[in-house]
């Protein structure tokens, strides 16, 4: 199937909107995106969640495939698993994965979407918001 050239349209520049409009744009489609909130790079549009994101190998799988690991690297804080408060005793550390490489992320979801804004438009795509 030939891609090249191709014109979508994407709504919501969210974090999915804007990581799927990097890998179209990348392929050669003409990619618009259209937003109803603000520019994040512009206002504060975040103001309401300040619980960061918890990324895991799904989302750094994505993003690799973008070509934006690099560009995220050092937004990424290692998280290697969760402490546990049972009410009768004491806390227990439970590591998501079983290997020590796997570990999870969190990530400032502001953050993450302004890296990932960017991408779009130096891609090519087009962003209206």
Do not use: W
């Not at 690799?64 to 227990?92: F, S």
Request: proline share 4%; charged share 20%; aromatic share 4%.
């Amino acid at each position: 199937m030939n891609v090249h050239g191709a014109s979508i349209t994407i709504l919501g520049a969210g974090l999915t909107g804007s990581l799927l409009a990097v890998m179209l744009a990348k392929r050669g489609m003409r990619v618009l995106v259209i937003e109803r909130q603000a520019d994040p790079r512009v206002e504060d549009t975040y103001a309401g969640r300040s619980i960061n994101l918890a990324m895991a190998a799904r989302g750094l799988n994505g993003l690799r495939h973008a070509g934006l690991e690099d560009a995220v690297a050092e937004l990424l804080y290692p998280m290697r698993g969760r402490l546990l408060h049972p009410l009768d005793g004491p806390t227990q550390f439970q590591p998501y994965g079983s290997r020590t490489h796997e570990i999870n992320y969190s990530v400032s979801r502001a953050e993450l979407n302004r890296v990932l804004l960017d991408a779009a438009e130096k891609a090519g795509a087009e962003i209206r918001f």
